[in-house]
């Protein structure tokens, strides 16, 4: 099995309550594939500039990331990003954006790309995503995410891609600004109208949400009392999410398979936000991903006793005359 | 067993996207008696103006609620609410309060409801809450919920309090300004020092989350596609989880019982949200509630399956060389 994956290679400058490093690796496709890349073979799509050296090519390719499709533009410049977070890290403020080679990047799938058995179209154009959509015909499970500034500008072209895809895995807030309904579920399966049949609101430090046409279901964050950055959280968990799928796609893709998929998505990315840029998620081992996977079940988990309700059951005072003769 | 409740009684006018009430019957107390009448016998103590007919007398007293402590002040006019939710239904804001009845109202309980076994201090002033808890020396769990006001104003009185019970249950983001910590579990220890053993995080249409020493458990709120009025759900939901302890009190109150109460808060604080006011929960069957527990317990039962890893314990290509000549 592989995985292409296509989106934005990029350098990130990040300020947060807890420090701040310019110019590291990041961008959605470099966080996705550090994640995905536990699951199965990755191949990256993306543009950069000529101020991507080998050493950010090594970070790209960890895990054996297949990087022959990432365009080093002659003469370009990586795509950059500054933003600053808040006191809570809920909200954050983009400073400056650059988008230098990616302003031109038209993308060109080599065979091994084309010929994944998954793909992601993380957050780009919409129009790149269905060229790529496009050139992957024999995808059997396609996932995209997107953001408010194309809901804004390029709504038209977004459902076009929507509805070529399997799985919506976008920003709660985003997803009900794209359907127009303010309720998750309603926004949801208005969603799966569309084509998809799988859809994934991400909440930030609330978790996430899945809902398919028979089923729901919800995972809170990995509770952690550090939180340093969470720049990449969303596309990493895509990419634990995405390498789950595919590891599965020879079994029917049940319900069973997708909250497992939850579980590594959101365990993979609690390691990304508690360090900075890709720094968590880099060295770290499959073991203690799995820990934390058995974590999110004892953490979820309970055994519904329903000798609660007992009292209810039998016959009571119900007026306010009885029970004041009881009391 | 018996449940005390000190809180406010009150008429709502709630206007929300999906219409509008005037004077409904509300109030903490109100909405939390109706949950956690479902579990065992619960004392109102709270002061009510000449408006309280024996109408909403007769609501408050459903499933055998006893009011004798509800104190009908006379000439008075009881305390009242109206507010107006946004879009989402998660942004609100008031139009009016009148304390009325509130602005002298000073607790006195009778035997009855001083012999409780748990008592929950609903939103108020936290020298009344103080008075209350110093009344109910004998009560076994002790919960309490404040609002960003009292955090503000009566920071010192709230601590004093809060150090005397068992149980805090708090708005997420009051809790983080109570404790100056913009983390929740950083925040949740914090109050754990303070001497509450059981800290509960509402978090709105996210669900809630429970952290104890030993313990982190989190939930999501039951999902809905109809929301029509959340006034009042956070204290239906304080009445389900302290009901449900209640029951419980004969035997270690352990992770398991508070994972119990917490479902069936969030299920009853489901109820209420899908109508106005009190008609959710008021002529609602035990049998239902349960019902949506159980949903619950599927809506986040995952059983982990680490099969997905495998491909990270095998021996991979990692360098950039390698991953190519495979390619």
Not at 41 to 51: A, I, L, N, S
Not at 178 to 205: C, D, F, H
Request: glycine share 6%; proline share 4%; aromatic share 10%.
């Amino acid at each position: 099995m592989s995985i292409t994956v296509v989106g934005s290679l990029a350098f990130d400058t990040v300020k947060t309550p807890f420090g701040s490093r310019e110019r590291m690796v990041g961008g959605a496709a470099t966080h996705f594939a550090l994640a995905a890349s536990f699951f199965d073979r990755v191949h990256v799509v993306g543009p950069v500039g000529e101020d991507f050296t080998d050493i950010e090519m090594a970070i790209l390719s960890t895990r054996a990331t297949n990087v022959d499709d990432v365009e080093r533009v002659p003469g370009g410049r990586t795509f950059f990003w500054e933003g600053e977070y808040g006191w809570d890290l809920n909200s954050r403020e983009t400073i400056d954006t650059q988008l230098n080679v990616f302003e031109h990047f038209d993308p060109k799938l080599s065979e091994a790309s084309k010929q994944c058995d998954t793909l992601f179209l993380a957050n780009i154009q919409p129009d790149l995503q269905l060229q790529v959509r496009e050139q992957c015909p024999a995808a059997r499970f396609v996932a995209l995410d997107s953001m408010n500034l194309w809901i804004d500008i390029a709504r038209d072209a977004l459902l076009d891609v929507i509805a070529r895809v399997d799985c919506l895995i976008l920003n709660d807030a985003e997803l009900r600004q794209l359907t127009e309904r303010p309720n998750l579920i309603s926004a949801a399966r208005e969603v799966l109208k569309w084509g998809p049949s799988v859809v994934v609101a991400k909440q930030g430090e609330y978790g996430a949400a899945l809902v398919t046409a028979d089923t729901f279901f919800a995972l809170p964050a990995y509770p952690l009392e550090t939180v340093v950055d969470p720049t990449g959280a969303g596309d990493t968990f895509a990419g634990g999410f995405v390498g789950y799928v595919t590891r599965h796609l020879d079994r029917p893709l049940t319900s069973f398979v997708f909250r497992n998929a939850m579980a590594y998505g959101t365990a993979l990315a609690s390691f990304n936000v508690e360090k900075f840029g890709t720094e968590g998620v880099l060295g770290l081992q499959a073991a203690v991903v799995r820990e934390r996977v058995e974590d999110l079940q004892e953490f979820t988990r309970f055994d519904h006793v329903d000798l609660a309700l007992e009292r209810a059951r039998q016959p009571l005072a119900t007026s306010r005359t009885d029970s004041r003769s009881e009391a």
